[in-house]
């Protein structure tokens, strides 16, 4: 089984970063392709960032592509996601998500398991 864990989240004024975190147990993260999805009050969930399972493919929305990086670390079993120049239109809760299927996907059905979210609130 599966299970995810995120970290990091928190509150911050924009122009400012956070470092989110998300510990992988119960599968090697090297097997295994990640994403992050976000949601705000009352939208529905969205894609922010994946990444195949060797690290080495990523992909982003458009409205964080240059600000946010997601990466691994496989020491640590952990998939990060930096975001930097936070804006309030960032605010939400970010999932951390792993699928079976490898390669990238931007949707969060194609996902299988998923963890419990972190809070980031960015103050304008």
């Known amino acids: 089984q599966v299970q995810l864990a995120e970290s990091g989240g928190g509150l911050v004024q924009a122009g400012g970063s956070l470092r989110l975190s998300c510990v992988v147990s119960?599968?090697?993260?090297?097997?295994?392709?990640m994403g992050w999805f976000r949601q705000a009050p009352g939208k529905a969930r969205e894609f922010v960032a994946a990444?195949?399972?060797?690290?080495?493919?990523?992909d982003y929305t458009d409205s964080v592509k240059g600000r946010f990086t997601i990466f691994r670390d496989g020491a640590k079993n952990t998939v990060y996601l930096e975001m930097n120049g936070l804006k309030s239109e960032d605010t939400g809760v970010y999932y951390c998500?792993?699928?079976?299927?490898?390669?990238?996907?931007?949707?969060?059905?194609?996902?299988?398991?998923w963890g419990q979210g972190t809070q980031v609130a960015v103050s304008s």
């Open positions: 998500a792993a699928r079976k299927i490898p390669g990238l996907n931007t949707r969060p059905e194609g996902y299988d398991y």
């Open positions: 119960g599968r090697s993260i090297n097997s295994i392709a």
């Open positions: 990444s195949s399972r060797s690290g080495g493919l990523t």
